[in-house]
């Protein structure tokens, strides 16, 4: 055999390794996922039915800013914290913030009827999986979208604080469009960048699982973020 077939047959068996290790990771990325969905509706419905904990959150400002704030903290420490942390550690972090965002998300309970919640969740878990299939078996390169739904995404947060002192309705309904577009497209392109990221990994070792974990966290914030966007628009016809 020569120098030639030896690098071709090193090749092939590290397609192969990529080729294993790839559906397991992305297995690892929906089922924390899914979990962490779990944590947080389970946690928003337990909030909302006591109405001591209820009472606590929301008539506290203190507390109800504290939580909000420190779910914040919590995803940007565990984004840049991920490879000094252990895999363990980074899971445990990922369910805290879940349960956490639960908790704020529980006025929704609140605000909207049961049958419109549910209906908003089946639509939002029937888009999110169309994209994220889209993104992950397309072949296009989605790489240009990255930047434009990055700067959509600070035009949407601009006007949404913008209009928190206007007050507007047309705008807040212009707003809930405008951010369901910007998650559905971030759901297919988030979902080719981990999948690209992941295909790199030859093993599914601890440091590819916690680059599974990190993509597992992305494409949960994709889905609470495009359901209250859907939440906000199918609310106004209950």
């Known amino acids: 055999m020569n120098v030639q077939e030896l690098e071709r047959q090193m090749m092939n068996e590290r397609g192969l390794s990529v ?20 944590i947080t509706a ?5 909030v909302a039915t006591s109405p001591l904990l209820m009472q606590a959150i929301f008539t506290n400002k203190l507390l109800f800013w504290g939580l909000l704030i420190g779910e914040i903290g919590l995803v940007v420490w565990l984004s840049s914290q991920l490879h000094k ?12 913030y879940s349960a956490v965002n639960g908790a704020t998300l529980s006025i929704i309970f609140v605000a909207y009827s049961m049958s ?19 993104g992950y078996f397309t072949k ?3 790489t240009s979208w990255g930047k434009l739904l990055f700067m959509a995404l600070i035009g949407l947060i601009l006007a949404s604080v913008v209009n928190i002192f206007l007050g507007n309705g047309m705008l807040d309904l212009i707003i809930s469009y405008v951010g369901v577009l910007v998650f559905v497209g971030l759901t297919a ?8 990221m992941l295909f790199t990994q030859e093993y599914a070792d601890e440091g590819a699982q916690k680059l599974a974990l990190m993509g597992a966290l992305t494409l949960y914030l994709d889905f609470v973020n495009l359901f209250l966007y859907l939440l906000r628009i199918f609310g106004r016809r209950d």
């Not at 550690?89 to 369910?95: D, G, H, M, R, S």
């Not at 419109?116 to 889209?134: H, R, W």
């Not at 392109?189 to 690209?196: A, E, H, N, P, R």
Request: contains cysteine.
């Open 19 to 38: 080729s294993s290790a790839l559906p397991v990771l992305m297995r690892k990325v929906y089922t924390w996922m899914a979990l962490a969905l779990c």
């Open 42 to 46: 389970v946690t928003a419905y337990g």
């Open 85 to 96: 942390l252990s895999l363990g550690t980074a899971t445990l972090l990922f369910a805290l």
């Open 116 to 134: 419109v919640i549910a209906q908003t969740f089946l639509v939002t878990a029937g888009t999110f999986g169309t994209m994220a299939a889209y």
């Open 140 to 142: 296009s390169d989605l």
């Open 189 to 196: 392109y988030d979902s080719q960048k981990i999948k690209q």
